[in-house]
């Protein structure tokens, strides 16, 4: 591990690190982003339609339900080279980062919709009733009340979320998506030189903190029911 | 006589169908006058929290016939053979509620928006502008006496002081009818009683006719003129709470009544009795000991029902009056010159 404290180690792997951790975060936000646009809307759904929900529907219920299931029972490395054809048709290439995020999206957003779900299951079904007696809207009951009631719960949840999609992204840099994980399993794995592997773990590690101590300090400070 | 403001015919929910069908209420008929305090009491699954809820279709009847403010919200209308319930549209319904508001036993304030915001709502829904909603809001804070909470979270109020920001909320879109579902079988006496004595207000106030859901006596006697009785689905007694009072017709009125379980048939069909209600004295009073001194005479306690909250003296007792109408009068009067006492004679039906 001598290495480590050498110059030259450091301006080899320094660039490499630069670029690895951009990769990271850039497949790790940008695949969140898209898997919160397609994730959010089925929790709603799945709450809504549940069978204390505000408009139960049974049939389209377990549809959703058994879609969600099925995307989340493919394990991520599986699915991304089944997805590949459909990859390569939508963001014109199967690697690199942009050939990562959409099976990163495919796979995080039912992984999303059940953690949205259950944050919004804990609003109390009496405020919700208290909303609907006032003469709330579908509409405004979910934007009005179930949404703000629980973003502190969300917000929880997002940090979940985000450091499940950046531990997907390592596994990502398996067929050549770039990023701290891909830096990491090269190094460690295919040339055998673990002080590399090491930094590039340590770096993820790190990611890992600063996400989840931010999203819990947010979490922690809007939610009025603690004070 | 003033005119009615709820008007309910024949209805019924049932819950479920074939052998598992439970039969909430069976045959409801009701007529609610406006401005008046209605109570509906019942004990626990007695289907008192269904009507309720029929009453802004937050439940959907089975049957029935449903009308608030002179506008049908549900009613039968012939479907080949027999008749199916028919309901306002979801827009039509949308708007009635904003007049027939709500409170609730767990309060069920929006715990991420602070006092003021939790005021407005209701005019958010209702697309009023935020200044002008902020203004109301602020008023109808002042009117329930939490003018300085108005930044305060829920979490930060005691129950008596949520279910005050409750009643702001409810008040906001200016409601014909205030529903209040079992509103104070959370709070401890002292509370029930200072938000009780709101509700009377405002009801004198607002002209703001109020329905009171409670499984208590002491709430329909505080506060309403009228009164329902609901016994397993049915409605087993309605009238003016005096005469329901003295005079319990039903098995259900006076177990209500009597929650202490008087055996009645143990008393002679002569005899005359009295209820005396505490409400709050110090419990350092021993009213039968002084009366017996005092006046001399010896009443019989037939039951009670009584408590000692913070050293205030809270129930009712039932005395059995001498035979004798004079110390039978002195009795009485002796009772009702004590502080925190009221009594009123009832008559029996063994």
């Known amino acids: ?227 | 006589m003033s005119d009615s403001i709820i008007q309910i015919e024949h209805l019924t929910k049932t819950f479920g169908t074939g052998p598992n069908a439970v039969h909430a209420l069976e045959d409801i008929s009701l007529d609610i006058r406006q401005g008046e305090i209605f109570g509906i009491i019942g004990l626990s699954g007695a289907g008192k929290s269904t009507l309720v809820r029929c009453m802004n279709l937050l439940e959907r009847p089975t049957s029935g016939s449903i009308t608030v403010g002179g506008q049908r919200l549900a009613w039968m209308e012939p479907d080949g053979d027999s008749e199916k319930l028919v309901t306002v549209s979801e827009k039509e319904l949308r708007l009635a509620r904003r007049d027939i508001t709500m409170i609730f036993q767990s309060f069920n304030l929006l715990m991420q928006r602070t006092c003021l915001k939790n005021v407005c709502f209701p005019m958010e829904l209702a697309g009023i502008s935020g200044a002008q909603a902020r203004k109301r809001a602020g008023e109808l804070l002042e009117l329930v006496g939490l003018g300085d909470k108005a930044n305060a979270y829920p979490s930060q109020l005691s129950g008596g002081q949520k279910q005050r920001v409750a009643i702001a909320r409810a008040l906001a879109t200016d409601p014909k009818v205030l529903l209040c579902d079992e509103a104070t079988s959370a709070l401890d006496p002292t509370t029930t009683a200072s938000i009780l004595s709101l509700l009377k207000d405002l009801n004198e106030k607002l002209g703001v006719t109020v329905v009171v859901i409670t499984h208590q006596m002491s709430v329909i006697e505080e506060i309403c003129s009228r009164v329902a009785i609901l016994d397993g689905g049915v409605m087993a007694e309605q009238g003016n709470v005096q005469d329901i009072f003295s005079n319990p017709s039903t098995d259900a009125a006076r177990r209500l009544v009597y929650p202490g379980g008087v055996r009645v048939e143990q008393v002679p069909a002569s005899s005359r009795a009295v209820r005396i209600s505490f409400n709050g004295g110090t419990v350092y009073q021993p009213l039968i000991a002084s009366l017996a001194i005092d006046c001399g005479v010896k009443v019989n306690i037939l039951g009670a029902d009584t408590r000692n909250i913070n050293g205030h003296a809270f129930g009712t007792m039932l005395l059995s009056l001498p035979e004798d109408p004079n110390d039978a009068a002195k009795a009485l009067s002796y009772i009702r010159a004590q502080p925190n006492v009221t009594a009123e004679e009832v008559e029996y039906h063994g």
Request: proline content about 5%; charged content about 15%; some cysteine.
């Open chain 1, 1 to 227: 591990m001598g290495e480590l404290f050498t110059v030259e180690f450091w301006d080899y792997f320094g660039p490499l690190l630069l670029t690895g951790t951009r990769d990271t975060l850039v497949m790790t936000v940008v695949s969140t982003v898209f898997a919160y646009v397609l994730g959010l809307p089925l929790g709603v759904l799945l709450i809504l339609t549940g069978e204390h929900g505000i408009c139960p529907h049974r049939t389209l219920n377990r549809c959703v339900g058994w879609v969600i299931n099925v995307g989340r029972s493919l394990p991520f490395i599986i699915l991304m080279v089944c997805v590949m054809p459909f990859t390569k048709l939508l963001v014109g290439t199967k690697i690199g980062v942009l050939g990562a995020i959409p099976p990163l999206v495919i796979s995080a957003a039912p992984f999303i919709a059940r953690m949205v779900e259950t944050s919004l299951s804990e609003v109390d079904a009496g405020v919700v009733e208290a909303a609907q007696s006032m003469g709330a809207s579908t509409f405004q009951l979910v934007w009005k009340v179930y949404l703000p009631e629980a973003l502190p719960s969300l917000i929880l949840g997002g940090s979940i979320s985000i450091i499940t999609i950046l531990a997907y992204t390592a596994i990502a840099g398996a067929i050549g998506a770039g990023g701290l994980g891909d830096l990491a399993i090269r190094y460690g794995y295919q040339r055998r030189e673990p002080a590399k592997m090491w930094v590039a773990t340590i770096l993820l590690i790190v990611l890992v903190q600063v996400v989840q101590t931010v999203f819990s300090r947010v979490s922690n400070r809007i939610d009025k029911r603690l004070k």
